[in-house]
């Protein structure tokens, strides 16, 4: 009884699903988890889709609590939503774009940083155990919104003469055109989306992965090792030791990767509106 309850407070503990008392480190199973609500249906929510969802609500009534009543002299939650929002627009948008294009971007930039930040968080959430990014379909949605936007931004101040200055630079010889058009394709219109989906996906994959390790192991040297008397239990210090020092590095990569993905989505956009297009 002591140990099921003490299992429930460790945030990453998995369950021992056969029942043997082992040992049973993290699969990939975790990332694809049973319907929750609506199963067989277009509407079938799992508990990665929950917890999206509740990301999505909780920033929704953050922002509106914290943007409900301004004022002159702003309350304390004013105060940090006015921080958390002018620190993403003058380190990432206007930094980067500038002021004028800054503006037209802002929206969407400051949306996908709070998202994926939030996203990334519940990773280490006592309940919810997992990061909501850490599934490609969301981080696959975000680069292709972010491939769109430098796209647009391209097409929109150059024309379709955007694509013929990303493919074929001016001052290349002729000779070596071909190539270097091939390989600014791949970089440019292919490999940017691709390292965007997967640097964040893998980030949060790692994490969850390391963290699941260390407090499943834990459980196990408390509780089956310990509890037969063998001392080698003590190990589990350790182990919950080195836990806790991973969730704090965890909270640093969540914010780390959503400031990288938006910062790098902003970089995009401006090498689209560079002049030399």
């Known amino acids: 009884m002591l140990a099921?309850?003490?299992?429930?407070?460790?945030?990453?503990?998995?369950?021992?699903?056969?029942?043997?008392?082992?040992?049973?480190?993290?699969?990939?199973?975790?990332?694809?988890?049973?319907?929750?609500?609506?199963?067989?249906?277009p509407f079938e929510l799992n508990r990665i889709m929950i917890i999206r969802l509740l990301v999505v609500a909780v920033l929704m009534l953050l922002f509106w609590l914290g943007t409900r009543k301004m004022s002159v002299v702003p309350g304390r939650?004013?105060?940090?939503?006015?921080?958390?929002?002018?620190?993403?627009?003058?380190?990432?948008?206007?930094?980067?774009?500038?002021?004028?294009?800054?503006?037209r971007f802002m929206p969407i930039l400051?949306?996908?940083?709070?998202?994926?930040?939030?996203?990334?968080?519940?990773?280490?959430?006592?309940?919810l155990n997992i990061a909501g990014s850490s599934v490609i379909g969301l981080p696959l949605v975000l680069a292709?919104?972010?491939?769109?936007?430098?796209?647009?931004?391209?097409?929109?101040k150059?024309?379709?003469?955007?694509?013929k200055s990303a493919l074929f630079p001016a001052g290349v010889p002729a000779i070596v055109l071909p190539l270097v058009a091939i390989m600014e394709f791949l970089s440019t219109f292919i490999l940017r989306p691709v390292t965007l989906t997967l640097r964040l996906m893998m980030n949060m994959v790692a994490g969850h992965m390391l963290l699941v390790l260390c407090f499943s192991a834990t459980h196990f040297f408390f509780f089956t090792v310990l509890a037969e008397g063998n001392l080698l239990g003590f190990l589990g210090i350790g182990t919950l030791a080195f836990g806790f020092i991973f969730t704090l590095f965890e909270i640093l990569v969540a914010v780390l990767q959503a400031y990288v993905f938006t910062f790098l989505?902003?970089?995009?956009?401006?090498l689209s509106l560079a002049d030399e297009h």
């Open 110 to 127: 400051m949306a996908m940083f709070f998202l994926i930040l939030g996203l990334n968080l519940t990773g280490i959430i006592p309940g």
């Open 77 to 103: 939650g004013q105060v940090a939503t006015e921080m958390a929002i002018g620190f993403v627009r003058q380190n990432i948008v206007i930094e980067t774009l500038g002021e004028k294009d800054g503006k």
């Open 265 to 270: 989505a902003a970089v995009y956009i401006q």
């Open 158 to 163: 150059h024309g379709l003469n955007f694509f």
């Open 144 to 156: 292709v919104i972010a491939y769109v936007m430098f796209i647009y931004a391209g097409i929109k």
């Open 4 to 41: 099921s309850a003490l299992a429930s407070l460790l945030p990453f503990a998995t369950d021992d699903e056969t029942g043997d008392g082992g040992f049973h480190g993290p699969t990939l199973a975790d990332f694809f988890p049973d319907a929750v609500l609506f199963a067989g249906t």
